[in-house]
C-alpha cells in the first residue's frame, strides 16, 4: 500500500480543476508536501504544517479533448477515486463510462475502439 501521510507528491495541471482537487485530496489524506505544476504558477493555500509548491511546467496544446463530448465528471470526486485506488495497490482506476467502455472493448472487435463509438454512446 502506498503511504500518503507524510509523503510527497506532483501534481500535474495542480492549480485549477481535477489537478487542483488531486492537490487537495491528497493535504486531506496527510500529504506533507505536494508540488503542482501550471503554466502560470501562483502561491497557493494549504494547511498549516503542509507545503505546496508551485512549479511551471509548459506543454503543447492538443485539440483531442474536443473530439470527444463527454459528460464532465466533478474533480474531487476523481480524485478522491484515484487516490482511494492508489492506497488499495490497484493498477487501474476506471471513473468514467468513456474509460470504462475503452477498457471493454480492448478485449473486443477494433470497430470498438473509435473516439465515435464512445460520443455516441
Known amino acids: 500500500m502506498v503511504n500518503i501521510n507524510g509523503g510527497t507528491a506532483l501534481v500535474t495541471g495542480g492549480q485549477r480543476g481535477l489537478g487542483k482537487a488531486f492537490v487537495r485530496e491528497l493535504l486531506e489524506r496527510g500529504a506533507a ?6 503554466r502560470d504558477p501562483r502561491p497557493i493555500l494549504a494547511p ?3 507545503l505546496v509548491v508551485g512549479v511551471h511546467l509548459g506543454y503543447a496544446d492538443t485539440d483531442l479533448t474536443s473530439a470527444v463530448t ?3 465528471l466533478d474533480p474531487h470526486d476523481v480524485a478522491r477515486a484515484v487516490i482511494d485506488g492508489v492506497r488499495q495497490d ?3 482506476v ?5 474509460s470504462r467502455h475503452f477498457k ?5 472487435p477494433v470497430e470498438a475502439l473509435s473516439l465515435t463509438a464512445v460520443a455516441a454512446r
Open 104 to 108: 471493454k472493448a480492448v478485449a473486443g
Open 94 to 98: 476506471l471513473v468514467d463510462d468513456a
Open 90 to 92: 490497484l493498477t487501474e
Open 70 to 72: 463527454a459528460p464532465k
Open 33 to 38: 508536501r505536494v508540488y503542482a505544476t501550471a
Open 48 to 50: 498549516q504544517g503542509t
